[in-house]
């Protein structure tokens, strides 16, 4: 877990610097759109934190459906032993 936090140090560390040097402003478009004076650097991090929210959006859907999955199958495995009680109690020992 160590090594995640260093490498999560030198990462933050290699953004910061990259944007302290990329400060020029530049000119964006998409479609049709067109934004003038943004610096390079907070062009970069924006769609660095786009992305981010994105695939966690994603991920927070994914959690979700996989915790309903787990207790649909914890109800269903709830009804396994009383469905075998009522099959033992229906039958006479021999």
Same mark, same amino acid.
């Given at each position: 877990?160590?090594?995640?936090?260093v490498?999560?140090?030198?990462i933050?560390?290699?953004?910061?610097?990259?944007? %302290?040097?990329? &400060?020029e402003p530049?000119?964006?478009?998409?479609?049709?759109? +067109?934004?003038?004076?943004?610096? *390079? !650097?907070? #062009?970069?991090?924006?769609?660095?934190?786009?992305?981010?929210?994105?695939a966690? %959006?994603?991920? &927070?859907v994914?959690q979700?459906?996989?915790?309903?999955?787990? +207790?649909?199958?914890?109800?269903? *495995? !709830?009804k #396994?032993?009383?469905?075998?009680?009522?099959?033992?109690a229906?039958q006479?020992?021999?």
């Amino acid at each position: 877990m160590v090594i995640v936090y260093v490498l999560m140090v030198v990462i933050g560390a290699a953004g910061a610097i990259f944007a %302290l040097q990329n &400060i020029e402003p530049v000119v964006i478009r998409f479609l049709g759109w +067109r934004i003038e004076g943004a610096p *390079l !650097a907070m #062009v970069i991090m924006m769609s660095i934190m786009i992305g981010v929210v994105f695939a966690s %959006l994603v991920g &927070i859907v994914q959690q979700l459906r996989l915790k309903s999955r787990i +207790r649909h199958l914890e109800h269903q *495995l !709830a009804k #396994v032993p009383a469905a075998a009680e009522r099959e033992g109690a229906g039958q006479s020992p021999q």
